[in-house]
T-cell receptor, first 118, second 110 residues
């Protein structure tokens, strides 16, 4: 148990469907992330939220839409996806510090949502 | 662009020592981390190096040379449960961004 919970664990959707992935962290962290993990490829950083404000959007297609309603919850809304979007989507959280402070930046990951697009 | 290179696979025997290397190319470097991921599980944090040198945590050690943009993870007294994927990761971009290598699959044989 990492303190980061993702639902659903598995999702199969057609290209015309709309679905959402949910992430909840119970660690009191102030930053949350979405990563995409495909076989034999690096984890791809998709979105970063710090203090509920999006601070990074790595040129992700608009068919992926993130939402961070509060510091404990993060969503990834999916619509009109393509088969190449099939992957493991990982949520993570961390504690960012004030300027001048340092920490390891350790990311706490959920177990991921396995998405298959037909 | 930002990139990390690490071997795709390493095989070692139980009780041995194995070193997994990582070279990186990034701007605004904050530190190098290592994560372990078992099949079907979440990546979990192993170590972090912000400064040059060796950090030791039990059977695992991690090394960083900032001038060479190079680091490694050293696993000693290998156990079967160490069979997993190991990712090096660089923290940059104001500390908000962590990018990962493609991972090294470690197979530990009896």
């Amino acid at each position: 148990e990492t303190g980061v919970t993702q639902t659903p664990r598995h999702l199969v959707m057609g290209m015309t469907n709309k679905k959402s992935l949910k992430c909840e962290q119970h660690l009191g962290h102030n930053a949350m992330y979405w990563y995409k993990q495909s076989a034999k490829k690096p984890l791809e950083l998709m979105f970063v939220y710090s203090l509920e404000e999006r601070v990074e959007n790595n040129s992700v297609p608009s068919r992926f839409s993130p939402e961070c309603p509060n510091s404990s919850h993060l969503f990834l809304h999916l619509h009109t996806l393509q088969p190449e979007d099939s992957a493991l989507y990982l949520c993570a959280s961390s504690q960012t510090l004030e300027t001048g402070q340092t920490n390891t930046g350790e990311l706490f990951f959920g177990e991921g949502s396995r998405l298959t697009v037909l | 662009g930002q990139s990390l290179e690490q071997p795709s696979e390493v095989t070692a025997v139980e009780g041995a020592i194995v070193q997994i290397n990582c070279t990186y190319q990034t701007s605004g470097f904050y530190g190098l981390s290592w994560y372990q991921q078992h099949d079907g599980g979440a990546p979990t944090f192993l170590s972090y190096n912000a400064l040059d040198g060796l950090e030791e945590t039990g059977r695992f050690s991690s090394f960083l040379s900032r001038s060479d943009s190079y680091g490694y993870l050293l696993l000693q007294e290998l156990q079967m449960k160490d069979s997993a994927s190991y990712f090096c990761a660089v923290r940059w971009g104001g500390g908000f961004k962590t990018i990962f290598g493609a991972g090294t699959r470690l197979f530990v044989k009896a």
